[in-house]
């Protein structure tokens, strides 16, 4: 696969190119490769457009999924990212729906371990993120109203809550089990806040699912490009 660029779902990967990808370097190409093990870039121009495509592509199916909701919503004032990999979600949804103002905070740890268990069990010891890099592509593209919040440093529920808006794309919810972080989660969120999760087609809840309002929703992957995903909305309250 060395070097070989993947299909996308042309429609969404040929929208507005809203998240930037800044010029590859090796260090970049590495932490991509950590999080996504799937692709295998150099540090040619055209694998650097062909993330941004990628990654904008991701953005845009999320977005056309979660619009009608959050565009219906009051402007979070408090939002969390937990596994914000290399920033495109914060990035793309601060423009788009003008979080310039709001308080961002992004959960995410250093390290150099990968288990991916769709819908696993949960592993304390697995991170895969650079946050200085994370840091890096923020400010490339001039996304500067976040506080990084270090995952071998803070414990989930001892974050400083509660938040409107708390999502997980491809972290908790699909890589590893959702009902495994519920406990760390619920303190997180107030009587009104909203919760949103990827989760994969065989997601089928569990027993104390039942006890929060929710809705599950479908939304178009940009890769692989015949491939759908589901979302899952929470809140402690009823959901609009």
């Not at 295998?40 to 904008?56: H, M, P, S, V």
């Not at 929060?212 to 992957?221: E, G, M, Q, V, Y």
């Amino acid at each position: 696969m060395s070097g070989r660029i993947l299909p996308l779902d042309e429609r969404l990967a040929s929208k507005e190119q809203v998240f930037h990808a800044p010029p590859f370097t090796r260090e970049l190409i590495a932490a991509i490769k950590l999080i996504s093990p799937h692709l295998d870039f150099g540090t040619g121009e055209k694998y650097r457009l062909a993330w941004e495509r990628d990654q904008n592509g991701s953005c845009w199916g999320e977005y056309e999924a979660l619009a009608s909701l959050l565009i219906t919503l009051p402007r979070p004032e408090k939002i969390l990212e937990i596994g914000p990999g290399l920033g495109r979600s914060a990035v793309f949804f601060s423009k788009k729906l003008n979080w310039g103002s709001s308080d961002i905070h992004l959960y995410e740890g250093d390290g150099n371990t990968t288990k991916y268990t769709i819908l696993g069990p949960r592993f304390d010891d697995s991170f895969c993120g650079s946050i200085a890099l994370l840091r890096y592509v923020l400010e490339y593209n001039g996304i500067h109203n976040v506080t990084i919040f270090d995952a071998k440093e803070w414990k989930l529920r001892a974050l400083p809550g509660p938040y409107d808006l708390l999502y997980s794309f491809y972290s908790i919810g699909f890589h590893w089990s959702l009902e495994n972080f519920l406990n760390d989660l619920l303190p997180l969120m107030h009587e009104k806040a909203i919760a949103i999760f990827t989760v994969p087609n065989t997601f089928a809840g569990f027993p104390r699912l039942e006890e929060l309002s929710h809705r599950i929703i479908d939304w178009k992957a940009v890769w692989p490009k015949e491939r759908w995903h589901k979302m899952l909305i929470l809140s402690k309250g009823g959901l609009p």
